[in-house]
């Protein structure tokens, strides 16, 4: 008798595991679970520190050379075609999913902003010390920045570009391979800004262009207008925060670690495993942001190996996370995770 019980028993609880993660693949759980987490650790920071919670501005991202219009036009080019194949359930995640990584952002970028009002203690000449011990490798990333720059005229201009390269060829790639992996690149890529916005409160640091400018002129004139609104902040306060904090929260500055690294990580880990093709051509652009990340001189050393190791964190977590959701559908055949 005890035994049919437990037979009964386990029995019951295979069949409610794939019934869970079949509501999580119909409603993106996760992503928003976390969205709203950090939103409300986020919101804990502010009321501790007494500070405010600001969204961004028309403007703030004016001095990137980049507006709006660019992540907008991508997400109604990807909507209008969801719109025209009739991929209903598939466009509700992708709005869902949108609306829970915009939350991430603008806390992730609240909480930069924060960062030496809540920590105050910067930890740059420790970082300094650590880049003179491989000073060698700082000088082959300035190397290989003037390499690229004699090869393509706009090599400055590559680091940003390849970021962004990385990050729309993956969405792209992804979506249409397999639904369930490209759930985990997203959720994986929001995680990410999750622990690194925490991070850079643990051991901040402005970065080494404080000590000796970078070989990028256009990062290094990025580097001067966000180190002004830092010291304008550290100057101003929370009164800062409340009146210019709209428009300048893009602009805060931060080192440790790096997530240009980290995030690019993230794209070439989940494009190596599933999509070959694309990782090896993502391979020569993954290795230019690590070392352009020190060249323009934003980051040591030091956060570049921190971002690796938050991206390892990051995987793992999300690997945990979905592995009801990968199971299901692996258990529902090849191509079931495509299912609109």
């Not at 001095?63 to 209903?88: C, D, E, H, N, R």
Request: aromatic share 12%; glycine share 8%.
């Amino acid at each position: 008798m005890e035994n049919q019980s437990f037979g009964a028993t386990t029995e019951g609880i295979a069949l409610k595991a794939p019934s869970r993660a079949t509501v999580l693949y119909v409603a993106p759980l996760p992503e928003l679970v976390l969205a709203l987490g950090f939103l409300l650790i986020a919101a804990l920071l502010a009321a501790a520190f007494d500070l405010d919670f600001v969204v961004p501005s028309g403007s703030a991202l004016e001095f990137t050379g980049m507006s709006y219009a660019v992540p907008l036009s991508l997400i109604a080019v990807l909507g209008l075609f969801l719109v025209l194949t009739k991929q209903a359930r598939r466009l509700a995640y992708y709005a869902a999913a949108g609306m829970a990584y915009g939350i991430i952002l603008v806390a992730h970028f609240n909480i930069k902003m924060w960062m030496g009002l809540i920590n105050p203690v910067v930890w740059d000449d420790v970082y300094w010390k650590t880049d003179q011990m491989v000073r060698p490798l700082i000088d082959a990333s300035f190397a290989v920045h003037n390499g690229v720059e004699m090869i393509l005229p706009a090599g400055d201009k590559l680091y940003l570009f390849a970021f962004l390269a990385m990050f729309a060829g993956s969405i792209i790639a992804h979506s249409m391979q397999n639904f369930v992996v490209f759930r985990k690149v997203i959720f994986t890529a929001m995680l990410v800004h999750v622990l690194g916005a925490l991070s850079y409160l643990v051991m901040p640091a402005i970065g080494p262009f404080l000590y000796e400018p970078g070989v990028n002129t256009l990062e290094t004139a990025r580097q001067g207008h966000m180190y002004h609104s830092y010291q304008a902040l550290m100057a101003g306060g929370r009164a800062w925060v409340a009146s210019q904090g709209s428009q300048f929260m893009f602009a805060a500055v931060a080192a440790m670690p790096s997530l240009h690294v980290a995030s690019s990580a993230v794209f070439v880990h989940y494009a190596w495993q599933h999509t070959r093709w694309l990782g090896v051509l993502y391979l020569p652009l993954f290795a230019f942001i690590m070392f352009e990340a020190i060249a323009t001189r934003w980051h040591y050393a030091v956060d570049v190996v921190a971002g690796l190791a938050l991206t390892a964190v990051a995987i793992a977590i999300t690997t945990v996370v979905f592995r009801p959701i990968a199971t299901h559908y692996a258990a529902r055949g090849p191509g079931s995770g495509l299912s609109g």
